[in-house]
């Protein structure tokens, strides 16, 4: 659905995007993540057609971004940093406003109003006027603005920058809602947010792309045999630990802090193993209940902080695919 292909972007002198390539299927939510300054806003600006690159490529949807950024403009829908609300307009006019601007036909234009504000949970406050609103209810009429003439791509610059918790988890919530219907490429410098909501991640930094993973891989990064954690009740930790260690491609049984009743530990694979099924398969069998059993990996963090040490030198290999 998005293709980018050696994409840079220089501002006079400054390079603020170095030879990015990167593709988006359909339907996927991906996280652009990276520091402040780190290229996101520039990228996305290039991909929604509001500056031209400096040299490269990008595709939305089938249309070539320099050469056919009207077809592209159809099909996206953008949440710039600052949403480019009126405050002296009500959400209503406003969304009306943007809806004839993009040409949605105008017998149409109540009728998508009235869906974009109940799919946002906007429209109570439809007859507020915008400068009225709350921070949250703001991103919300600029997410409703993005959305109004249905675009298959959404690109969201830091949704949710700027919004208390509650807020946050609101718009999480929302963007989630949106993406059976659309692609979505959302920027954030929150770890947290990526792995909340997004399948899987870009991650910028200095202007080039260091990772591209599914959230779920970029956990086992740096770790090459799987490790999974374990709690089982119903039976000592000794003889737990003793059923484990038979278990077949097991590498080491590690304990962790048993809490009364309950025997923890963390179990290392040995190369290429996929322990899981036999773990759960052992502890059924002995007879003793599982209460817990999951992949560990490293934190998201150490692995983002890694990947955009400040200190990366120039030409060393990225990480990336
Ligand atoms: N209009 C501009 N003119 C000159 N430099 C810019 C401009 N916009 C951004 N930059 C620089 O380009 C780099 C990338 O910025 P940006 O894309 O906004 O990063 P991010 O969105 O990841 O914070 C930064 O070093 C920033 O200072
Ligand atoms: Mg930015």
Redesign the pocket.
């Given at each position: 659905m998005i293709t980018v292909e050696g994409l840079t972007k220089r501002?006079?002198r400054?390079v603020?995007?170095k030879n990015i390539s990167f593709e988006v299927g359909k339907g996927q939510i991906v996280g652009f993540l990276?520091?402040?300054?780190?290229?996101?806003?520039?990228?996305m600006?290039v991909l929604t057609c509001f500056l031209p690159p400096t040299s490269g490529k990008a595709n939305v949807a089938g249309f070539d971004v320099v050469e056919q950024s009207l077809e592209v403009r159809k099909r996206i829908g953008y949440l710039p940093?600052t949403p480019p609300l009126y405050p002296e307009m009500e959400v209503a006019d406003y969304l009306v406003f943007v809806a004839k601007l993009k040409g949605i036909p105008s017998p149409e234009i109540r009728r998508r109003v009235d869906e974009v504000c109940d799919r946002t949970a906007i429209a109570s406050v439809k007859n507020t006027i915008i400068g009225k609103l709350s921070k949250g209810y703001r991103q919300r009429v600029g997410i409703a603005q993005a959305i109004i003439h249905n675009p298959p791509v959404l690109i969201l610059?830091?949704p949710t920058s700027g919004l208390d918790p509650e807020q946050q988890r609101e718009a999480r919530q929302l963007i989630a809602s949106l993406s059976g219907d659309h692609t979505i490429i959302l920027?954030t410098?929150i770890l947290s947010e990526v792995e909340q909501s997004c399948s899987s991640v870009i991650i910028?930094n200095n202007?080039e792309i260091v990772a591209v993973d599914s959230v779920e891989n970029l956990h086992h990064r740096g770790r090459a045999n799987e490790m999974v954690s374990i709690e089982v009740s119903g039976a000592s930790p000794a003889a737990v630990r003793q059923r484990l260690e038979q278990v077949p491609g097991v590498a080491r049984v590690i304990s962790r802090d048993s809490r009364e009743g309950v025997a923890a530990f963390e179990v290392e694979a040995l190369e290429n193993a996929f322990l899981r099924p036999h773990l759960a398969r052992a502890v059924v069998e002995a007879g003793w209940d599982l209460n817990e059993l999951k992949m560990v990996g490293e934190s998201l963090e150490e692995i983002f902080l890694e990947l955009t040490k400040s200190e990366r030198k120039e030409g060393e290999l990225a990480v990336a695919q």
């Amino acid at each position: 659905m998005i293709t980018v292909e050696g994409l840079t972007k220089r501002y006079a002198r400054h390079v603020a995007v170095k030879n990015i390539s990167f593709e988006v299927g359909k339907g996927q939510i991906v996280g652009f993540l990276g520091k402040n300054g780190a290229g996101k806003t520039t990228t996305m600006r290039v991909l929604t057609c509001f500056l031209p690159p400096t040299s490269g490529k990008a595709n939305v949807a089938g249309f070539d971004v320099v050469e056919q950024s009207l077809e592209v403009r159809k099909r996206i829908g953008y949440l710039p940093e600052t949403p480019p609300l009126y405050p002296e307009m009500e959400v209503a006019d406003y969304l009306v406003f943007v809806a004839k601007l993009k040409g949605i036909p105008s017998p149409e234009i109540r009728r998508r109003v009235d869906e974009v504000c109940d799919r946002t949970a906007i429209a109570s406050v439809k007859n507020t006027i915008i400068g009225k609103l709350s921070k949250g209810y703001r991103q919300r009429v600029g997410i409703a603005q993005a959305i109004i003439h249905n675009p298959p791509v959404l690109i969201l610059d830091e949704p949710t920058s700027g919004l208390d918790p509650e807020q946050q988890r609101e718009a999480r919530q929302l963007i989630a809602s949106l993406s059976g219907d659309h692609t979505i490429i959302l920027s954030t410098h929150i770890l947290s947010e990526v792995e909340q909501s997004c399948s899987s991640v870009i991650i910028i930094n200095n202007g080039e792309i260091v990772a591209v993973d599914s959230v779920e891989n970029l956990h086992h990064r740096g770790r090459a045999n799987e490790m999974v954690s374990i709690e089982v009740s119903g039976a000592s930790p000794a003889a737990v630990r003793q059923r484990l260690e038979q278990v077949p491609g097991v590498a080491r049984v590690i304990s962790r802090d048993s809490r009364e009743g309950v025997a923890a530990f963390e179990v290392e694979a040995l190369e290429n193993a996929f322990l899981r099924p036999h773990l759960a398969r052992a502890v059924v069998e002995a007879g003793w209940d599982l209460n817990e059993l999951k992949m560990v990996g490293e934190s998201l963090e150490e692995i983002f902080l890694e990947l955009t040490k400040s200190e990366r030198k120039e030409g060393e290999l990225a990480v990336a695919q």
